[in-house]
């Protein structure tokens, strides 16, 4: 384990990545307060344990923190209230330029506000240069309904992304809130590792874009809080993009 030098007050994540090293992250409350709290609460509680980053692009992101290791996972309210338990290194496995993570709904599944000023929240000012933490969200501003977009505003849960590159079209539409401060080197060894394929829709159905073929694997993730307890985050239910599309078909039935 690589020895962090890096000093703060505010709390500091260190994100040890199997084979590749430590990336050490200054998380920022006053930007993004529950947002903050939720990846301290998961990250602490060993949520992040044996996860994967399962989505690198050059020169925009590398995305993880998926348990279902494919974008479409979210944490559960399990997660947020039960420590796992403590494992060693060793036993750690793992079983577009939008940032997205559309998901189904489980019961037990919450998603937290979306801090960022499209969704009304003015204070996040943190911009996506290199470097910034941030969080993945549902992404339905293709589907053409101003109140489909909507819902995706308030969709992160648990996948997180970090930037290689400036990318001002994320501005005010993502909750950064972080930055790396330590391990730029470890995130652009990630980023470039080789994929599945570049293509959106690739002719064989079992390849996935931009998924690495040998995924990076989270060793760990823990957050020094200097002593600071965050609390619990607020959460919601998570949208049903299905039953929501459901409903909209059969309320047009009706109608016609």
């Known amino acids: 384990v690589k020895k962090t030098t890096y ?9 040890e990545v199997q084979d590749y090293g430590t990336i050490i992250v200054e998380l920022y409350p006053e930007y993004a307060p529950n947002t903050v709290t939720n990846f301290i609460k998961l990250a602490n509680n060993g949520f992040y344990d044996g996860l ?3 989505r690198t692009i ?11 290791a494919d974008g479409t996972g979210n944490a559960s309210i399990t997660d947020l209230n039960n420590r796992k338990e403590e494992t060693t290194a060793e036993n750690n ?54 109140t489909l977009v909507k ?15 400036t990318s001002t079209n994320l501005d005010g ?31 064989d159905e079992s390849l996935t874009a931009d998924r690495p073929v040998n995924p990076p694997v989270i060793k760990s993730i823990r957050v020094d809080t200097k002593g600071v307890d965050y609390g619990m985050p607020e959460t919601l239910e998570p949208f049903d993009y299905n039953s929501y599309m459901m409903q909209q078909y059969y309320s047009s039935q009706s109608q016609s």
């Open 52 to 54: 994967i980053f399962h």
């Open 93 to 146: 496995t793992t079983d577009e330029q939008n940032i997205t993570s559309t998901s189904t709904t489980k019961t037990d599944e919450y998603v937290i506000p979306g801090e960022f000023i499209l969704n009304g929240y003015t204070k996040n000012t943190l911009k996506h240069r290199r470097g910034i933490i941030s969080m993945a969200r549902g992404d339905y501003s293709t589907m053409g309904s101003s």
């Open 151 to 165: 819902k995706g505003y308030d969709s992160a849960s648990c996948q997180f992304f970090i930037t290689t590159k």
């Open 173 to 203: 539409a993502y909750a950064s809130f972080g930055e790396v401060k330590e391990g730029m080197d470890v995130v652009d060894k990630i980023v470039n590792v080789e994929v599945e394929t570049r293509e959106t829709n690739p002719e």
């Open 58 to 68: 050059p020169d925009f992101m590398i995305q993880g923190g998926d348990p279902k």
């Open 7 to 15: 000093k703060s007050e505010n709390p500091v994540a260190t994100i």
